[in-house]
């Protein structure tokens, strides 16, 4: 089992900026691909981007796409998510959550797929 436990999270007006980062412990980290989702207030739980085992390969959801960008550092065994231009609809609990046994360079998309998951950091994001 995959360690998780999210960090950055905070308070910040429209328009600015925040990075979260996602540390991970407990088994090998690059054998994982890795993801991030959101879950707002009375909604569903919401992918947003994900990274494959290596890197080299990141796929983000339409709702972020230009503004967020997931990267990872396996010699850190931890995920990044810069976010930009945030928005009050990007207020959500953001999750970072790890997939194993895929391929080098796949990437996840499904949440059923992600095995281990973090508890969790707030995003507020005020109009």
């Known amino acids: 089992q995959l360690q998780l436990v999210e960090s950055g999270g905070g308070l910040v007006q429209a328009g600015e900026s925040l990075r979260l980062s996602c540390a991970a412990s407990g088994r090998t980290f690059s054998t994982y691909a890795m993801g991030w989702f959101r879950q707002a207030p009375g909604k569903e739980r919401e992918f947003v981007a994900a990274?494959?085992?290596?890197?080299?390969?990141?796929y983000v959801a339409d709702s972020v796409k230009g503004r967020f960008t997931m990267s990872r550092d396996n010699a850190k065994n931890t995920v990044y998510l810069q976010m930009k231009s945030l928005k009050p609809e990007d207020t959500a609990v953001y999750y970072c959550?790890?997939?194993?046994?895929?391929?080098?360079?796949?990437?996840?998309?499904?949440?059923?797929?992600?095995?281990?998951w973090g508890q969790g950091t707030q995003v507020t994001v005020s109009s």
């Open positions: 990274i494959s085992r290596s890197g080299d390969n990141t």
């Open positions: 959550a790890a997939a194993w046994g895929l391929l080098q360079s796949s990437v996840v998309r499904t949440a059923t797929q992600y095995i281990d």
